[in-house]
């Protein structure tokens, strides 16, 4: 069984960079496609982030973070990281990593086959 463990969650302040890891365990590392969610503390829904393509060699993003958010894979490692840039008050939520063997689904909560429990992220205005 697939499992997801996020870490680097934590408060910051506007303007700063934080790193959030996601390691996988239990499966093939490279059979799957990997992608962070988030959830806001009135959010109703997951919104898409940022994912990341089987062999890392293509990458999506939310339009909220483009530009400013990173997401890479080390296979060595089983981690997929979301590099944070440049956080404002509107990035506080809980952020989840999330694992499916589909590449070319849409990114949406729904299409994902397996999730971590989620960090949460505070940024301080």
């Known amino acids: 069984q697939v499992q997801l463990v996020e870490s680097g969650g934590g408060l910051v302040q506007n303007g700063d960079s934080l790193r959030l890891s996601c390691t996988f365990s239990?499966?093939?590392?490279?059979?799957?496609?990997m992608g962070w969610f988030r959830q806001a503390p009135t959010g109703k829904e997951r919104d898409f982030v940022a994912a990341i393509s089987r062999s890392g060699s293509l990458t999506y993003y939310g339009d909220s973070t483009k530009g400013r958010f990173t997401i890479s894979r080390e296979a060595a490692k089983n981690t997929v990281y979301l590099q944070m840039n440049s956080v404002n008050p509107d990035d506080t939520a809980d952020y989840y990593c999330?694992?499916?063997?589909?590449?070319?689904?849409?990114?949406?909560?729904?299409?994902?086959?397996?999730w971590g429990k989620g960090t949460p992220v505070t940024v301080s205005s």
């Open positions: 999330a694992a499916r063997r589909n590449s070319l689904l849409t990114w949406t909560p729904s299409s994902m086959e397996y």
């Open positions: 239990g499966g093939t590392f490279s059979l799957y496609a």
